[in-house]
């Protein structure tokens, strides 16, 4: 994973690290993993800094520290998708009812 994962990305600390176990990337549930390619396949196809979602990122996590961590990259995710018109937010919110977490 880590070879497909940008080296910026694999470098987050303080609260934006990813969770590790043995120093493999470590996931609870499907929907994590796929959360975690679509912000890496958002940032890399609109030509982002991989900042702007970790910044979102932060921000989200500091919104609700009790939100479970995955959940922050989801709502970040969200933030992201939704100020570049990539989706509205009625959109997503849709998208993600069909969802089994």
């Known amino acids: 994973m880590s070879e497909l994962v940008r080296p910026e990305v694999r470098r987050m600390t303080g609260e934006a690290a990813l969770p590790r176990e043995n120093g493999e990337l470590v996931f609870d549930a499907p929907w994590q993993g796929r959360v975690l390619g679509m912000a890496l396949a ?10 702007d979602f970790r910044d979102r990122l932060i ?8 939100r479970p961590y995955y959940e922050s ?9 939704v100020d570049l018109d990539v989706a509205s937010a009625d959109d997503v919110a849709t998208r993600a009812a069909h969802v089994d977490h």
């Open 42 to 51: 958002v940032v890399q196809e609109r030509g982002l800094d991989w900042d």
């Open 59 to 66: 921000a989200a996590i500091d919104a609700d520290p009790t």
């Open 73 to 81: 990259w989801t709502a970040a995710l969200t933030d992201l998708v």
